[in-house]
């Protein structure tokens, strides 16, 4: 069984930066396969980004080069960094963890999830 505590969601300004945190316990956090979703109000739950035991990520498309996903096995955290937010990026951000090594944009494959942290980004 894993827990996960996603914390660092506020309200910020368009055009600011923002780090989200999601802490693990309960397995070997470093074990792995990692991801962030989102979803905005009346909006299906969008896979965002994923990083794989080793450290290879995959971002949605259209985030690539504002978001990046890192992990600190030492810390059992995971990350999202997030720069230039825009309304858009308006969501509960929730972490997941897969019960395998490799990474995956489905939200099928992650048994486990957290209960999510707002963002809200003002125009």
């Known amino acids: 069984q894993v827990q996960l505590v996603e914390s660092g969601g506020r309200l910020v300004q368009a055009g600011d930066s923002l780090r989200l945190s999601c802490v693990a316990s309960g397995r070997t956090f470093g074990d792995n396969g990692m991801g962030w979703f989102r979803q905005a109000p009346e909006k299906e739950r969008e896979f965002v980004a994923t990083?794989?035991?080793?450290?290879?990520?995959y971002y949605l498309d259209s985030l690539k080069g504002r978001f990046t996903i890192s992990r600190d096995n030492a810390k059992n955290t995971l990350y999202l960094q997030m720069t230039s937010l825009k309304p858009e990026d308006t969501a509960v951000y929730y972490c997941?963890?897969?019960?395998?090594?490799?990474?995956?944009?489905?939200?099928?494959?992650?048994?486990?999830w957290g209960q999510g942290t707002q963002v809200v980004v003002s125009s």
């Open positions: 997941a963890a897969r019960n395998v090594a490799g990474y995956s944009q489905q939200p099928t494959n992650y048994p486990y």
């Open positions: 990083i794989s035991r080793s450290g290879a990520t």
